[in-house]
């Protein structure tokens, strides 16, 4: 197994090495780049990217920028001193070929330099690692509470096929599927915090103003405060294919040879279905959960940031990606990609600790 773990990890850098030049390709060839947001800037033509998202008057500056992204000789720098264009092409960087700044890129990422950010001033890692404990915050707690639930209804829901229970808690679980997580918690929003109805939890952020001032318990309940509805937002809108997962892994299992020969060894219901389907049926649920991880982190706690005003790395590659910030969009994509690696590395050995039998070393 140990050997299987290192070819596994050596496989790594050459999978990071296509995603990074799939996407780097992508990126030259599409509209816009970070010196024609300067220059638009420099004419009072750019838009935020929250301006972006809605707006009448966003919506025009964004359709005026995107007039001036076709053009690749930079409408916008018309009327504007040609060496003065050149210098920022230079500053940037994009007075090298591609492939050099391609290599470039590739040779500090060996090292994890990730760059500076275009327009923020910083380090990209300064960036990462200050945004990471509110995306950890959301994914992990979040991932949690769904196998919490998830795993124990699914089971319920297996051994129960058929029965009202069933009939009932597959109601909750289809409006789970129809019904996204940015719309749990507009939903939330207006019932619990202000919007309407009750005013019981916060709108902003993740820690009250005078979290400082507090005692070391109640910071904890401040935080769990905070945390409450933009987690409670994504577990409705993720447990139901979990769910369902469970229940059909554990359907399968029970109707095979080997719950019948145990049952007829006279072993109670619990032995069988917790000592024997249990093992076989969870390797699915397992297989899934470093999806489900990466899920909650990178793309489902995207537009819950949004809408929490939650400062986490969702929201800085959502911003990154409309300022054309090459640095911190290929850095984060970096990052996720190296995360979501090592997970699936950690799926297959808990595939070997669940179920011994499955050696991947021997194929």
């Known amino acids: 197994m140990f050997a299987y773990i290192l070819r596994r990890l050596a496989l790594i850098p050459l999978t990071l090495f296509g995603i990074i030049a799939i996407n780097f390709a992508i990126v030259q060839v599409a509209p816009g780049g970070p010196v024609e947001q300067v220059l638009a800037r420099i004419k009072d033509t750019a838009v935020s990217a929250t301006a972006r998202v809605g707006g009448s008057e966003g919506a025009e500056a964004g359709r005026s920028q995107a007039v001036n992204n076709r053009d690749n000789t930079y409408r916008g720098a018309q009327g504007l001193d040609p060496a003065f264009v050149a210098e920022l092409n230079r500053q940037f960087g ?82 789970g599927y129809a019904i996204p997580a940015f719309l749990f918690a507009i939903l939330l929003i207006i019932v619990f915090a202000g919007g309407r109805y009750l005013d019981w ?33 994504m577990v409705i809108g993720g447990f139901a294919s979990l769910t369902m997962l469970t229940k059909n892994s554990f359907l399968d299992e029970i109707n095979k040879q080997y719950v019948v020969t145990a049952r007829a ?99």
């Open 265 to 363: 060894k006279g072993l109670s219901e619990r032995q069988v279905l917790y000592g024997h389907i249990f093992r076989n049926a969870m390797l699915l649920v397992i297989a899934g959960f470093p999806a489900t991880l990466v899920s909650m982190l990178f793309t489902g706690s995207l537009l819950i940031e949004v809408i929490f005003s939650l400062d986490g790395l969702g929201l800085l590659g959502f911003e990154a990606v409309f300022n054309r910030d090459y640095p911190v969009i290929f850095g984060t994509l970096y990052m996720f990609s190296l995360i979501g690696l090592l997970l699936n590395l950690v799926s297959d050995l808990s595939y070997h600790l669940v179920d011994p039998r499955i050696d991947f070393a021997a194929r």
């Open 94 to 175: 994009f007075d090298q070929p591609a492939y050099v700044r391609f290599g470039q890129m590739i040779g500090n990422y060996l090292s994890f330099n990730l760059g500076k950010s275009y327009f923020r001033n910083r380090e990209v890692w300064d960036l990462v690692l200050d945004k990471l404990p509110v995306s950890i915050s959301l994914g992990v707690w979040s991932t949690l509470l769904i196998y919490l639930i998830s795993i124990p209804l699914g089971i319920a829901k297996a051994v129960r096929d058929g029965s009202r229970f069933d009939v009932l808690s597959s109601a909750a679980v289809i409006i």
């Open 201 to 233: 939890f916060p709108l902003r952020g993740l820690s009250s103003d005078n979290w400082m001032d507090l005692s070391w318990p109640a910071r904890i309940l401040d935080y769990f405060w905070h945390l409450t509805l933009p987690v409670t937002a």
